[in-house]
C-alpha cells in the first residue's frame, strides 16, 4: 500500500487531533457492522416479491441496453482458474479491505478516517431500508437467464442455501455493498494521498463490479444503486482539505507548497 498511498506531506498537529479515540472507534465500527447485519436479517422473509422484482430488473436491464451479465460470466466461464479467482475474491476481499482502508486512514489521515467513516455509514444505513421496500433476488436464482451460480458449482461459496442461510440475506442484492464500499475505498485512498499512483485505485471497483456481476450476485443496476447512495453521501459529507502542494524536481515526490512572506523581496 505505500507506493500507492505515499504521503502528501507529515502528519500535521490538526490531523493528529482529528484521530478519535481507538477503543471508542472500535466499538462504534462493530455496533454499525452489527446493526447492518441485525437489519439485514430482518429484511428477510419476502421470497416472491424478490423474485418478482428480479424479473422486472432484468427486463429493465434489457430495456436500457445494458450489456448481459451473462457476457462477463462466459468469460470466467471459458477458464476454470477465473472463475475459481473470482468466486475467491468475492468471498474474502469485501470486508478485509475496507477494514484495512479505514485502519490505514486512521493511522495516517485521521481527518480522511472521519470522514470516510461518516460516509460508509450513511451509505450502509441507506441499504438497510432497500431490502424491506424493495427485495430482490439475485441473478444467480434467477432461471431462464443462462446465468448459473459459480460459487456453487465451482467454490468457494460464502452462501448456504437461501432458507437454511442464518447469517445474511440473499434477497437484498440491491444495492451492492460490495461495489459501494469499494468505489469508497477508492474515492478515499485518491482524496487521501498524492501518489502520481493514487488513480489506480480504481481498479479495486472495476475489478469488483466485474466479479459480483460474473459471479452472478449482482445486476449492473445494484451497482448503480450503490453509486448513486455513494454520491448523495459524498455530496452531503465533504472531505477535509489538504494544504497546497507541489511536485518536487526531479524526485517524483510530492512536497510542501513554500510559503511567502508578504513583501519579501521588496
Known amino acids: 500500500m505505500t507506493a500507492l498511498t505515499e504521503p502528501a506531506e507529515a502528519e500535521t498537529e490538526s490531523d493528529a487531533a482529528a484521530r478519535p479515540g481507538l477503543i471508542r472507534e472500535f466499538l462504534l465500527v462493530a455496533g454499525l457492522f452489527l446493526v447492518y447485519k441485525l437489519g439485514r436479517q430482518l429484511a428477510t422473509g419476502h421470497t416472491a ?5 428480479a424479473h422486472r430488473v432484468w427486463d429493465f436491464e434489457r430495456l436500457l441496453h445494458l450489456p448481459h451479465e451473462t457476457a462477463v ?3 470466467l466461464l471459458d477458464k476454470g482458474v477465473l472463475v475459481h ?3 475467491t ?3 474474502t476481499v469485501h470486508f478485509p479491505a475496507t477494514v484495512a482502508f479505514l485502519v490505514w486512514l486512521y493511522v495516517k489521515r485521521p481527518a480522511h478516517y472521519v470522514w470516510a467513516r461518516r ?6 444505513a441507506a441499504a438497510l431500508v432497500l431490502p424491506f421496500t424493495f427485495p430482490l433476488a439475485p441473478p444467480r436464482m434467477l432461471t431462464g437467464t443462462g446465468l448459473v451460480d459459480t460459487a456453487r458449482i465451482y467454490g468457494p461459496s460464502v452462501y448456504g442455501p437461501p432458507a437454511q442461510d442464518h447469517l445474511s440475506n440473499q434477497f437484498a ?5 460490495h461495489f459501494g464500499w469499494a468505489l469508497m475505498v477508492a474515492i478515499g485512498l485518491i482524496a487521501a494521498t498524492r501518489s502520481r499512483w493514487r488513480w489506480l485505485w480504481l481498479l ?5 463490479l466485474l466479479v459480483i456481476v460474473g459471479t452472478a450476485n449482482h445486476y449492473w443496476l445494484d451497482a448503480l444503486a450503490a453509486t448513486a447512495m455513494l454520491g448523495v453521501a459524498l ?32
Open 204 to 208: 479495486h471497483p472495476l475489478l469488483t
Open 85 to 87: 479467482l473470482a468466486n
Open 119 to 124: 460516509v460508509l455509514a450513511v451509505v450502509t
Open 173 to 177: 442484492a440491491m444495492p451492492s455493498l
Open 235 to 266: 455530496a452531503l459529507i465533504h472531505p477535509p482539505h489538504r494544504a497546497a502542494t507541489t511536485a518536487g524536481p526531479g524526485t517524483g515526490r510530492i512536497v510542501p507548497r513554500p510559503r511567502v512572506l508578504a513583501g519579501a523581496g521588496r
Open 49 to 53: 416479491a424478490a423474485f418478482h422484482n
Open 89 to 91: 475474491y468475492y468471498a
Open 73 to 75: 460470466q462466459s468469460v
